[in-house]
């Protein structure tokens, strides 16, 4: 009996969760090189139509798929970074966008490096990330809940936390400064 490939989850939803939205970017990030590209964004583009029009794009694919990636690739380089994903898919209190604005240069970001980690032990444990993103949250007049300000943090952990100790050393918080 064939399998049949894992459906991408949540496309069809009209809104996403950090959570939801973080589930797609790695089902389809597949090689997890922070990209989707490729083959893998043919598989996006293609689960894409199919979840919002009920049906794939049968016929001008290329074409169709040029004018997705003028829309969305900002930086023209041929690949959908997280940012750009952001843009294309409706996620709820889209809080990995508030970043670009809160830490926009290198010198902004060690300054909110030092700030957040409090204890001075080199790394953002998830209680210095929950007052990041509590600040961050307010910086950008967005209302949050604790469950939600939780549900923030553990999904940036995911996302970065590359060692899964549970806290983002230097190098794992840089990599947030692409958001």
């Not at 199919?50 to 990636?69: H, P």
């Not at 007052?131 to 939600?148: E, I, M, Q, T, V």
């Amino acid at each position: 009996m064939a399998t049949q490939a894992q459906q991408p989850p949540h496309l069809h939803l009209a809104e996403l969760t950090a959570t939801q939205f973080l589930d797609i970017w790695k089902h389809f990030d597949a090689d997890g090189n922070g990209y989707i590209e490729g083959k893998e964004l043919e598989n996006f583009f293609q689960q894409l139509e199919t979840a919002r029009r009920g049906a794939g794009v049968v016929s001008g694919f290329e074409e169709k798929m040029k004018e997705f990636m003028m829309k969305f690739d900002k930086n023209a380089d041929g690949r959908i970074e997280m940012t750009e994903l952001a843009q294309i898919l409706p996620t709820e209190e889209n809080f990995l966008l508030c970043f670009r604005t809160f830490v926009g240069s290198s010198a902004e970001f060690m300054a909110a490096w030092r700030r957040y980690d409090t204890d001075r032990s080199g790394y953002i444990e998830a209680n210095e990330l929950k007052g990041f993103l509590s600040d961050l949250l307010k910086k950008a007049n967005r209302h949050y809940d604790d469950k939600k300000l939780n549900e923030y943090t553990q999904t940036i952990l995911r996302m970065f936390d590359l060692n899964g100790d549970g806290k983002l050393g230097l190098s794992e918080m840089k990599m947030m400064s692409w958001i």
